[in-house]
C-alpha cells in the first residue's frame, strides 16, 4: 500500500512501513537539516520529500495509509462554542484533517507525547478523536489503563531495551478490527547490554562527546559513597527521591511556607549559617533550597509528603552522614543534591546501573533498558554506569530502532533532539502490521 509521512523526522514510520513492503509517496519535513538527512537516508523518496506541510498540502497524492508523529500544540478554548473546525483551527492537526478532506486513506497512524490523552484535562484528545470520526473514521488510542484503554504503548513491551510509554492512535475507514494494537508484554525482560557498542568500537569523537564532566563524574562518586557506606540490614533505601537539602532543615512547611512566614522565624531556622542574624529577608530567603523558595502560602500535597518523609528518614539515619559528606553535598548545584534510586533489593553501586541527570536529581535505574530519550536537552541523556559514559550517538539509534548507518544531524544536541522526536521503528512496524493484517498484499 501507498503511505504518506507528515512531520517525518528521522524517518522512523518510513522505515517500519517499507519493512512491511509499502511505499512512501510523499513525505514533510519543515527542518532543513531532517529533510535533507531524510533524502540521504531514502534515496528514492527525493521526488516526492518536501518541506512545511502547510506550503506542499496540494502536492499530496493518493494514498491508502497516514502516518504521522504531529506536535501537541494547545488547541483553542475559545472554539469550546464554536464547533470542532474551530477547535483545531491554527493547529498542525489541522494539517492532517485537510490531507484527510482529500484523500480520505483508508488508515491513519498517528503519534504523540504519553499524556496526550490528559492534555487540557482531556479535552485535546476528545477533539481529536471526534474531528476524525466526523470525517468517517472508526479511531482508537492507547488511552491509559485507569481511564478503561489497552494503555500506552513502549518498546520494553516488544523486547526492545528502551523504556518509552508513547500514546498512539489508529483510526480506519468504516470498521477497525476489534483489537487493533498489537498484544504487549509489560513484563517483558530486556536486556540493555545488547545494544551497547564496546569500547573498540569507539571513535574519538565517541569517547570525546560521551566523557562525563569532572562535575558529573564527582557527583556520581558522592552519591556513591554514601550508598555503599549506609548498612543494607540497618539502612533501607527510600522509595521516594532523596533530597539532600532536607539534613537538618528545619524551616516550615505543612500549612504554610517560607514565604508565608516571619523573618525572625526564617532566622531562627537558618540558625546554622554564620551570618544569619545579619541577613535580610531576602538573603534568608536564598539560603533556603530552591523547591522551598515558591511564593505560595501552602506547598502542594506532594511537596509536603516529600519533605515529610525526607527529615523523617534523615532523622532516623542522620549519624550515617559525616560532616564532611554533607559539607561538600552542599557545594553541588541544587538538582546534584538529589538522588532517585530506582533498584530495591539490588547492589549498592551506581556504577552498575543507568544514569540519568534530570531537574529531580540524579536517577539511578536496572540496567535492563534505557529510559526515554529527551527531546529538549542533551543533558538528560541516559549515561551506561559499567561503561562510565553516555550514550553514543550509534547507541541512540538502537535504541529506536534505527540501523546504526542511519544518518543523524551533524551537532550531538540536534542528533540527540532528532532521536528524541523520532518514533521507535519496531513499535511503529507492530502497530502497522496488526492494523492492516487483513488487507497485507
Not at 514510520?13 to 519535513?29: D, I, K, M, R, W
Not at 474551530?86 to 499524556?115: A, C, S, W
Not at 536517577?363 to 554506569?385: E, F, N
Request: hydrophobic letters at 35%; aromatic letters at 10%; a positive charge.
Amino acid at each position: 500500500m501507498r503511505f504518506i509521512d507528515l512531520f517525518a523526522g528521522l524517518g522512523g514510520f518510513h522505515l517500519a512501513l517499507t519493512q512491511l513492503g509499502h511505499e512512501c509517496v510523499f513525505a514533510s519535513e519543515i527542518d532543513d537539516e531532517l529533510k535533507g538527512l531524510y533524502v540521504r537516508n531514502f534515496p528514492k523518496s527525493k521526488s516526492v520529500t518536501y518541506g512545511d506541510i502547510r506550503e506542499f498540502r496540494k502536492k499530496v497524492p493518493p494514498h491508502e495509509i497516514l502516518c504521522a508523529g504531529f506536535p501537541c500544540q494547545p488547541f483553542s478554548k475559545s472554539g469550546a462554542q464554536l464547533g470542532l473546525d474551530d477547535k483545531i483551527r491554527g493547529t498542525l492537526f489541522e494539517e492532517i484533517v485537510h490531507v484527510l478532506e482529500m484523500q480520505k486513506p483508508e488508515y491513519v497512524i498517528l503519534e504523540n507525547v504519553g499524556n496526550f490523552e490528559r492534555h487540557d484535562d482531556g479535552k485535546t484528545w476528545q477533539t481529536v478523536k471526534e474531528k476524525l470520526a466526523a470525517l468517517g473514521y472508526d479511531v482508537r488510542g492507547t488511552e491509559h489503563v485507569t481511564s478503561g484503554g489497552p494503555g500506552l504503548i513502549s518498546p520494553h513491551h516488544f523486547g526492545f531495551p528502551h523504556t518509552r510509554e508513547r500514546f498512539f492512535i489508529v483510526a480506519r475507514l468504516g470498521k477497525l478490527p476489534k483489537s487493533p494494537f498489537p498484544k504487549i508484554d509489560r513484563d517483558k525482560h530486556t536486556r540493555l547490554s545488547g545494544i551497547v557498542q564496546p569500547a573498540r568500537d569507539l571513535s574519538s569523537s565517541d569517547r570525546e562527546e560521551t566523557a562525563l564532566s569532572d562535575r558529573q563524574e564527582e557527583c556520581i562518586k558522592h552519591w556513591n559513597k554514601l550508598i555503599m557506606h549506609l548498612p543494607e540490614d540497618k539502612v533501607p533505601l527510600p522509595s521516594f527521591p532523596i533530597w539532600g537539602d532536607e539534613i537538618d532543615a528545619t524551616y516550615p512547611f505543612e500549612n504554610t511556607t517560607p514565604y508565608s512566614s516571619r523573618t525572625t522565624t526564617l532566622r531562627q531556622c537558618l540558625d546554622g549559617h554564620d551570618t544569619a542574624r545579619a541577613l535580610s529577608r531576602d538573603e534568608l530567603f536564598r539560603l533556603l533550597p530552591s523547591y522551598a523558595r515558591s511564593e505560595v502560602d501552602e506547598f502542594p500535597d506532594w511537596k509536603v509528603n516529600f519533605i515529610r518523609q525526607n527529615r523523617e528518614w534523615f532523622t532516623k539515619y542522620r549519624s550515617y552522614f559525616s560532616a564532611t559528606w554533607v559539607e561538600k553535598l552542599r557545594k553541588f548545584p541544587s538538582s546534584l543534591r538529589k538522588l532517585e534510586w530506582n533498584c530495591k533489593g539490588e547492589e549498592r553501586d551506581l556504577w552498575r546501573y543507568v544514569l540519568q541527570f534530570r531537574p529531580s536529581g540524579l536517577r539511578v535505574k536496572r540496567y535492563t533498558a534505557s529510559p526515554a530519550l529527551v527531546a529538549m536537552t542533551t543533558t538528560q541523556i541516559p549515561i551506561l554506569g559499567p561503561k562510565r559514559r553516555f550514550l553514543t550517538r550509534t547507541e541512540g539509534l538502537r535504541l529506536q530502532g534505527f540501523p546504526d548507518n542511519h544518518l543523524l544531524p551533524e551537532s550531538r544536541e540536534a542528533a540527540f533532539r532528532a532521536l528524541g522526536n523520532a518514533v521507535h521503528v519496531g513499535v511503529v512496524a507492530r502497530i502497522a502490521e496488526t492494523l492492516t493484517a487483513n488487507d497485507s498484499e
